[in-house]
């Protein structure tokens, strides 16, 4: 009779009848997700590998997709060794703005749906469906207010609950206010094509929307800072980080560009980069290559925009016209969204034959992407700019290393500096420049993470110009692609 019994129900969970779990239903809302985990405000690819990074001993362990968005929340350091980047670190924010889920994650359900049914008002999505309540510190009672009040209240730095979809509008823990509400970046860019000047500020070589909201992001601090949209330019020159929060993108960060390509204006200041090709992404292994030519000139770098989806690109070649190769990618890098990826070209030989691409559109709910490569030529077509010149090039260990540039007074003086990292990803603990009066600049946040084949440009304060040497105390941190070069240029 048992053994009768436990076939029945055997036969019950197979057939998938009503009142017995299956697990079908499971899988099925997996694939309707696109391997991605959204929880706690967070948009996690499932197939990623993430790292939980211990300061005090400076390693770091796997952990499971479905605890990370509780780490983030008890503010440790989690690593996306897939992307190669951060999920949660002083540098970039806790968390990073790029894996927040998007305003169109969080209205996927909206899509389609009338505008009667969405307020959207200064800079906010709300749905107007949904219960809001405003909550009391003091009393931590909640109150309901009107969907038309909220954007009010946000404005003032009240905190709002969204008791419909359980989450946060506005509260110190997701911002003021949480990205989810803010209206997606490329919403605006739509509303953007066609508007007026006086819309728009176009200065220094920057084209920022006047209606939106850009804040100062301190590193040191790890918190954001409102600015008004005439300091934004003084800011990129500087090489701050700035974010735009009504289009949930940086305006100016190492991980985008200084600034972001989105954020240039079209015309003079542009002139000297060059779209070399355009291509749409398939969903499947899809391979491309962009011919360039001998008259195309030089160029010092090229730079990778991805339009409208993510895309994952399993190789990258860079071929030069005396069939030299540039492999610059990691192997099954994930690229997110309306994001740009520059390249310094390496040694001399600048002059590209072609551009070969494998990778895939990997988000069919966004569609296919498309990818656009720039170059970036030298001044007057030649092959060394005069105003910049190398200091020195460093190998970087797996332990902690010390290094010392010597730079000296017959270097003349300089503007900034630009730190190359190449090959390998570093941890840089510590960078001192020394000018010639024996004052120190300190320019980096401790313990930050710089990403291979990447540049990062340091402007030097006040008339100290004439450098003495350049300490580093760094290591690199990925055994896997071996140790790190870092090359470092004054610009004079």
Avoid at 280 to 308: H, M, Q, S, Y
């Amino acid at each position: 009779m048992r053994t009768l019994l436990t076939a029945i129900v055997a036969a019950f969970l197979i057939s998938g009848l009503t009142g017995f779990p299956s697990v079908a239903p499971i899988a099925s809302v997996l694939a309707q997700e696109s391997e991605f985990l959204v929880q706690d405000g967070l948009r996690l690819p499932l197939s990623h590998i993430y790292e939980l990074y211990n300061p005090d001993t400076r390693s770091s362990v796997r952990v499971s997709v479905d605890t990370v968005p509780r780490h983030v929340r008890q503010g440790s350091l989690i690593y996306d060794r897939t992307a190669a980047a951060w999920v949660s670190h002083p540098s970039v924010g806790n968390p990073n703005p790029q894996y927040v889920v998007s305003s169109r994650e969080f209205r996927r359900e909206d899509r389609g749906e009338p505008s009667s049914e969405v307020l959207a008002l200064d800079g906010l999505h709300l749905p107007r469906s949904h219960r809001y309540e405003l909550y009391d510190p003091r009393t931590g009672n909640y109150g309901i207010v009107a969907v038309d009040t909220v954007p009010r209240h946000v404005r003032a730095g009240n905190s709002i609950y969204d008791r419909t979809a359980d989450t946060w509008v506005s509260h110190p823990t997701v911002g003021h206010p949480n990205p989810q509400y803010v209206a997606s970046g490329r919403e605006f860019r739509r509303e953007d094509r066609g508007e007026e000047g006086r819309d728009v500020l176009i200065h220094e070589g920057l084209r920022l929307p006047r209606s939106h909201r850009y804040e100062l992001y301190v590193p040191a601090t790890a918190s954001y800072g409102i600015v008004t949209i005439d300091t934004v330019p003084r800011y990129v020159r500087q090489g701050s980080w700035i974010y735009d929060r009504t289009a949930d993108a940086w305006v100016s960060h190492p991980s985008v560009g200084q600034p972001n390509p989105q954020y240039v204006a079209l015309g003079r200041d542009s002139r000297r980069s060059r779209l070399l090709g355009e291509r749409e992404v398939d969903f499947r292994a899809d391979r491309d290559v962009i011919e360039v030519g001998r008259d195309e000139a030089r160029f010092e770098k090229i730079r990778v925009v991805v339009l409208g989806a993510p895309i994952q690109i399993r190789d990258m070649k860079v071929v030069f016209d005396d069939d030299s190769v540039f492999d610059p990618v990691d192997r099954d890098r994930v690229l997110r969204e309306d994001s740009a990826y520059v390249f310094d070209l390496p040694g001399q030989r600048r002059r590209i034959k072609q551009i070969s691409f494998l990778y895939r559109s990997i988000d069919r709910r966004e569609g296919k992407a498309t990818v656009q490569v720039y170059g970036e030529q030298e001044r007057d077509g030649r092959r060394d700019s005069p105003r910049e010149g190398l200091l020195g090039e460093l190998e970087v260990d797996f332990r902690a290393d010390r290094d010392v540039i010597e730079v000296g007074r017959d270097e003349g003086r300089f503007q900034k500096i630009r730190l190359v990292v190449r090959g390998a990803p570093i941890q840089l603990h510590d960078m001192k420049v020394v000018f010639e009066d024996d004052t120190v600049f300190d320019p980096v946040i401790r313990d930050q993470i710089l990403r291979e084949d990447s540049a990062y440009v340091f402007d030097l304060p006040g008339q100290r110009r004439i450098i003495k040497r350049i300490t580093f105390q760094y290591r690199s941190i990925d055994r896997r692609e071996g140790k790190a070069t870092v090359q470092v240029y004054g610009e004079h």
